[in-house]
């Protein structure tokens, strides 16, 4: 079911938990436009990951013209790791964040990758490897709305592009506060809504068609590269997704727009 269309951005309650009381089944989440049983949301999203795993980090690259690598390195400033750090990195995939904030810890930090699919974090092992600080990066599977570390365990927590696949973006959000020690920090890397208008109009079309297009030539789904710009759509604007981190109890939010707003940093702390 088609829930909008792509002239709207975010619509409060498009996102995050179902009601209260309702059975499963019966509650819809969204899944780029489409609206999809909640029971359904973790197996379609390892389900896309396993589509484009292979070629997701060329993808990357090719799509945003190399840019991607200098919004992770932004966004990696403004955590401000420091030597000894221990780091979560939540919906980690490929590992290009663990790979950028491992030189801040040092030999003495320790950086964690943290994610759902299996090959995505296979097809990672190889930057692992050639870091020059392979043992201090480790992939963890699990799921970041259940977290498997204990409170209080971690100096920061990041995710990158990664929040917006989960069923429940606040539970993602609710287990790194928790997995934070008093003071950590949180950084949350995610494309958002560019802010001049004559630029929104051509991102719209560069990621409604050209994307999709590729998407279709170079790893055979051009549905898979719909979903992208459809779940951005879906995903809070800057100023919600700040009221949501203040919501969940961090303090110091802040936030910074990368190439006129394509892509969004959050930094926050746990008091
Ligand atoms: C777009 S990729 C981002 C990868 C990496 N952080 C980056 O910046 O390139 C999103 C990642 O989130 C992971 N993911 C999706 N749902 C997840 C969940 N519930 N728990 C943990 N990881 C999840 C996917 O497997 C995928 O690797």
């Known amino acids: 079911m088609m829930i909008q269309n792509k002239n709207i951005w975010h619509k409060e309650g498009t996102q995050g938990s179902p009601p ?3 059975p499963d089944q019966e509650i819809l989440v969204p899944f780029g436009f489409q609206q999809i049983p909640k ?3 973790v197996g379609r999203t390892l389900r896309h990951f396993n589509t484009v795993a292979a070629k997701y980090d060329f993808m990357n690259t090719l799509l945003s013209f190399g840019i991607h690598y200098l919004w992770k390195r932004t966004a990696i400033e403004m955590l401000h790791l420091k030597p000894g750090d221990r780091v979560l990195d939540v919906c980690g995939g490929t590992g290009d964040l663990a790979v950028l904030a491992v030189r801040s810890v040092d030999l003495s930090g320790k950086v964690i ?3 759902i699919n299996r090959k995505m974090m296979q097809v990672g092992r190889a930057k692992r490897n050639q870091s020059g600080r392979r043992n201090r990066i480790e992939f963890i599977q699990g799921d970041a709305e259940s977290i498997s570390f204990p409170d209080d365990s971690f100096d920061a927590a990041m995710v990158g592009f990664g929040i917006r696949n989960l069923t429940h973006m606040d539970l993602g959000f609710k287990e790194m506060h928790r997995i934070l020690k008093p003071g950590g920090k949180i ?3 995610e494309f958002s809504k560019p802010t001049a208008p004559l630029f929104r109009w051509l991102y719209d079309i560069y990621s409604f068609h050209v994307i999709p297009f590729l998407g279709k030539v170079l790893v055979g789904s051009r549905q898979a590269y719909l979903l992208l710009p459809e779940s951005i759509r879906v995903f809070p ?3 919600e997704l700040s009221a949501l981190l203040r919501d969940i ?3 110091k939010v802040s936030y910074r727009r990368l ?6 940093v ?3 702390e746990k008091r």
């Open 39 to 41: 029971k359904e949301k």
């Open 259 to 264: 190439t006129n707003g394509i892509a969004v």
């Open 20 to 22: 209260e009381n309702h």
């Open 266 to 268: 959050h930094v926050a």
């Open 249 to 251: 109890g961090f303090h």
């Open 237 to 239: 604007l800057p100023e």
């Open 187 to 189: 950084m949350c890397l």
């Open 113 to 115: 990758i943290y994610d």
